[in-house]
């Protein structure tokens, strides 16, 4: 009996939600694009829409279309692996990540600036310590860890993460901008970090130095941050090249 219940117990939970987002499913599955020239159509709808959106300024807004459009195809896409103009249409879909990330960063580089400092030490590919002792910690993102003490090891890409944050953050000045939370783990300050015209945590993504890593709450660049990380998964840069044989890779 008791195993019966185990049983029904989370069948009853599943066939609750499912009455419960039964519009909610039926209207997203419905708007899916079945075949690549419906894709694309509709992705240049929202191309449109986001061109539009940029002539007015809103640039995050014109991001999200575009990264929609990437979307639309993307998912299309995974159905249609066959189809002879499957080279055409992911080129595409590139193309809109490629705008929508060069949006997201463009706007986020005209965010208001909460603090800025000289680097001090770069501690490892996500995080640094500036010259007034304040460490802080790349917000969204986790690159692999470097040895710090004895018997430790480094991960797989540890010291190629923690090279590619130094060229871009090393012995310079850094401006910080916040968003949600503002502390982690170890009093670490969380923050977008900036290094002249470079968003530092979507670049280290876009190389394939770190994954995408939520911190437990809603962030502004979540959408940038995982268009990123997929566009180096999809080019193998990185850690996406092979899998790690040595530790596994643990969130900081």
Not at 69 to 96: F, G, P, Q, W
Not at 105 to 131: C, F, H, M, W
Not at 226 to 243: M, R, S, T, V
Request: glycine share 8%.
């Amino acid at each position: 009996m008791k195993k019966l219940i185990i049983i029904i117990i989370p069948l009853l939970l599943v066939g609750g939600a499912a009455l419960i987002f039964k519009d909610n499913l039926t209207e997203y599955f419905e708007g899916q694009p079945k075949s690549l020239t419906e894709a694309d159509r509709q992705a240049l709808e929202l191309n449109s829409q986001a061109q539009e959106l940029n002539r007015r300024g809103e640039t995050y807004l014109a991001a999200g279309k575009y990264l929609k459009a990437a979307e639309k195809l993307k998912s299309t896409l995974r159905i249609n692996k066959n189809s002879l103009d499957y080279s055409l249409y992911k080129n595409k879909m590139l193309n809109y990540y490629h705008q929508s990330i060069n949006l997201y960063i463009q706007d986020a580089l005209n965010l208001p600036v909460d603090s800025k400092g000289r680097t001090n030490n770069v501690y490892d590919g996500d995080t640094i310590e500036l010259e007034n002792g304040e460490r802080i910690r790349y917000l969204g993102i986790n690159s692999p860890e470097v040895a710090h003490q004895g018997g430790e090891r480094d991960q797989p890409y540890g010291k190629d993460a923690t090279r590619a944050n130094s060229r871009m953050v090393g012995n310079r000045i850094v401006q910080l901008k916040l968003d949600g939370e503002t502390k982690g783990r170890y009093g670490r300050t969380l923050a977008y970090v900036f290094s002249g015209n470079r968003f530092v945590n979507a670049e280290l993504l876009k190389q394939g130095m770190a994954k995408y890593y939520s911190p437990g709450g809603d962030i502004r660049y979540t959408r940038l941050f995982k268009a990123c990380q997929y566009l180096a998964k999809e080019k193998k840069l990185g850690i996406w090249k092979k899998k790690p044989t040595r530790r596994r890779f643990i969130r900081k």
